[in-house]
């Protein structure tokens, strides 16, 4: 279920690629790799951990962004969600 009432403070079809799960030493994140298969590249949706220096320390890969999502949310839900287009004002953005 990616549209029920509580996907506004979980991963979804509109914020998977800048929202992400927060915990005290690690965070969970959607990101997209290509795999080469004979002459075709496929986009693979992967949630993956990364620890306080960026390092990888998880990932999985679907080939379906909707099972990368329902995955991260499973699993990683119970962590702070982060969403930075939901800081106050253009300032605290945390793009900047």
């Given at each position: 279920m ?18 992400y799960?927060?915990s005290e ?17 496929a ?6 951990v990364?620890d306080?220096?960026d ?7 679907f080939l379906?962004?909707?099972d990368?999502?329902?995955f991260?949310?499973n ?13 106050d004002g ?7």
């Open positions: 990616l549209t029920d009432k509580n996907s506004f403070m979980s991963l979804n079809l509109t914020n998977w690629n800048y929202s799960y927060n030493h690690f965070k969970a994140l959607i990101s997209i790799v290509g795999a080469q298969n004979n002459d075709e590249v986009l693979m949706y992967c949630p993956t990364l306080e220096e390092t990888e320390i998880f990932q999985k890969d379906k962004l909707e990368a999502i329902s991260i949310n699993k990683y839900g119970h962590w702070s969600f982060i969403d930075p287009t939901m800081k253009c300032s605290s953005c945390s793009a900047h």
